[in-house]
């Protein structure tokens, strides 16, 4: 059972404008929220994580939103650049448990 | 410090066969975990070590599947008798807290497992 959801598998975005990557969930028990990016042969990296007392994290061109009531988040990248083509996966996980919860992820071209 | 370690980065073998993958963790991570990746979806969780204790598992894994940690440092995964389904990468990550808005885990660049 997906618990957490990334419903574009593809997003293509020209250099210099905004990037939005989104993420559903539908357990209400997570408390964390994550985005990691994965280039090809690497393992994922951690990117940027928001709690969900929050509703906003920002950490330089990169932009977490979470929407609680919608099950929502999102990542922005402004301005987007063409070393952001990857994956990215969202992940979630509650204060209870150890494990990350992994979106299926979404592959990020951004074009010169 | 040159990050999470996994050996080999590669493993092909024949189905019925067993094979052990070993992760180096950073020297000062307490917490180690263990992701199985297959294509086309996100990781997902196969359990979990606070130094050597072994605090949570999975229902992917199987019988066929046990990982250690002794003492607190490295970690083995080793698969038994593998299947035609075991085919994946095997991601090992570790951290100093639990993963929260304190930052995430650090991955390894896994290993890839192709059973023919």
């Known amino acids: 059972d997906q618990q957490v959801k990334q419903n574009s598998p593809s997003l293509s975005v020209q250099e210099g404008r905004i990037s939005i990557l989104n993420c559903d969930y539908t357990?209400?028990?997570?408390?964390?929220f994550l985005w990691y990016k994965k280039y090809p042969a690497e393992g994922p990296t951690f990117l940027i994580s928001?709690?969900?007392?929050?509703d906003k994290n920002e950490d330089g061109r990169f932009t977490v939103f979470l929407n609680k009531s919608a099950k929502h988040l999102s990542l922005h990248i402004v301005p987007s650049q063409p070393g952001d083509s990857a994956v990215y996966f969202c992940?979630?996980?509650?204060?209870?448990?150890?494990?990350?919860?992994f979106g299926k992820g979404t592959s990020l071209l951004v074009t010169p | 410090d040159t990050g999470v370690s996994q050996n080999p980065r590669h493993k092909i073998t024949k189905r019925g066969q067993n094979v052990t993958f070993r992760c180096d963790p950073i020297s000062e991570h307490n917490r180690l975990y263990w992701y199985r990746q297959t294509l086309g979806q996100g990781p997902e969780f196969l359990t979990y070590?606070?130094?050597?204790?072994?605090?949570?598992k999975s229902r992917l894994l199987s019988d066929r599947f046990s990982a250690e940690r002794p003492k607190g440092s490295f970690s083995t995964l080793e698969i038994q008798r593998t299947e035609q389904g075991d085919s994946a990468m095997y991601l090992c990550a570790s951290s100093l807290n639990l993963v929260g808005v304190i930052g995430g885990y650090t991955f390894g660049s896994g290993t890839r497992l192709t059973v023919v």
């Open positions: 992940a979630a996980r509650s204060n209870s448990g150890y494990a990350l919860n």
């Open positions: 928001i709690s969900s007392i929050k």
């Open positions: 357990n209400s028990m997570f408390d964390y």
């Open positions: 070590f606070q130094n050597e204790a072994q605090l949570e």
